[in-house]
């Protein structure tokens, strides 16, 4: 079985740049999560969404940060100017939202360096 | 506001015997609890997890253990083994509006030494 489906896998760009990252879905998955990882902050939720609809962007940290998920199986994080604070790994994470408890199940990241 | 904690940043054990990693939180509305296990450059991989009607999960190797009058708990490895080395994150989640919304804890490296 595929599972959460990240790219591109590293990303290095200038500050000023608009940086997109992807990510994949597990199929069949209804929730979507986007993370990011640093060491001052460890793991914090950014956005999610159910069945494509955002429900709390509470953790996006500026207006510069923008999400979306036009389908079931596609979601975008963008930067709209980088800065290089937002240096991180970013994960994205699905999961299935029933009746039961379901743990959400991670990609591998996206590792962003911005200069 | 550190709501989920892991005050352990570092682990070791022998190969063969018990790791036990412990976590507490200090929102009382969470009740379905997670841990992850991660490898440098992946993602976290969940392991096992446990609500709060619950005191204790086993999985295997693994066995989660719930203490909610102390906030508390804990992930028991039985035996250690050197692909255990990683970093062992818990997670919380409450209920109602926040569902899906999981709180994290700082994470702590274990270290099995054959």
């Known amino acids: 079985d595929a599972g959460v489906i990240q790219s591109p896998r590293h990303e290095v760009t200038e500050m000023g740049q608009e940086v997109t990252l992807r990510c994949k879905p597990i199929?069949?998955?209804?929730?979507l999560f986007w993370y990011r990882q640093t060491m001052m902050r460890g793991l914090e939720l950014l956005i999610y969404f159910n069945n494509n609809v955002p429900i709390d962007d509470s953790g996006m940290p500026e207006d510069r940060f923008s999400a979306k998920m036009p389908n079931a199986s596609f979601s975008t994080l963008k930067i709209q100017p980088s800065e290089p604070r937002d240096s991180a790994v970013y994960f994205c994470a699905s999961s299935y939202r029933g009746n039961s408890n379901q743990p959400q199940h991670f990609g591998d990241g996206t590792r962003l360096s911005i200069l | 506001d550190q709501q989920v904690k892991q005050n352990s940043p570092s682990l070791s054990v022998q190969e063969g015997r018990i790791s036990i990693l412990n976590c507490d939180y200090t929102?009382?509305?969470?009740?379905?609890f997670l841990w992850y296990k991660k490898y440098p450059a992946e993602g976290p991989t969940f392991l096992i997890s446990i609500s709060s009607i619950k005191d204790k999960n086993e999985d295997g190797r693994f066995t989660v253990f719930l203490n909610k009058s102390a906030k508390h708990l804990s992930l028991h490895i039985v035996p250690s083994q050197p692909g255990d080395s990683a970093v062992y994150f818990c997670a919380a989640r409450a209920g109602g509006t926040s569902y899906g919304k999981l709180t994290f804890g700082q994470g702590t490296i274990l270290t099995v030494h054959p």
């Open positions: 929102n009382s509305m969470f009740d379905y």
């Open positions: 199929s069949g998955h209804n929730s």
